[in-house]
């Protein structure tokens, strides 16, 4: 089964679980503007990785063009 295929739903269901998530996980935390860097390389990368037809290489062309 591909990793896309699942989610915290059928997992929980699968797994009998319970999850337990605070609601104010990030609340202290103050948001950031990405740079510009992080933008220019984004804009020119998540194209082509989208093209891509698997979830692995397009993570992975996203991330090596963020070096």
């Given at each position: 089964?591909?990793?896309?295929?699942?989610?915290?739903?059928?997992?929980?269901?699968?797994?009998?679980?319970?999850?337990?998530e605070p609601a104010d996980?990030?609340?202290?935390?103050?948001p950031e503007s990405p740079?510009?860097?992080?933008?220019?390389?984004?804009?020119?990368?998540?194209?082509?990785?989208?093209?891509?037809?698997?979830?692995?290489?397009?993570?992975?062309?996203?991330?090596?063009?963020?070096?």
């Amino acid at each position: 089964m591909a990793y896309s295929d699942f989610n915290i739903t059928k997992v929980r269901e699968t797994f009998a679980l319970t999850v337990e998530e605070p609601a104010d996980l990030f609340s202290a935390i103050n948001p950031e503007s990405p740079s510009q860097y992080l933008q220019t390389t984004l804009s020119e990368n998540v194209t082509r990785a989208n093209a891509i037809n698997t979830e692995k290489a397009r993570s992975e062309l996203i991330i090596a063009g963020c070096e």
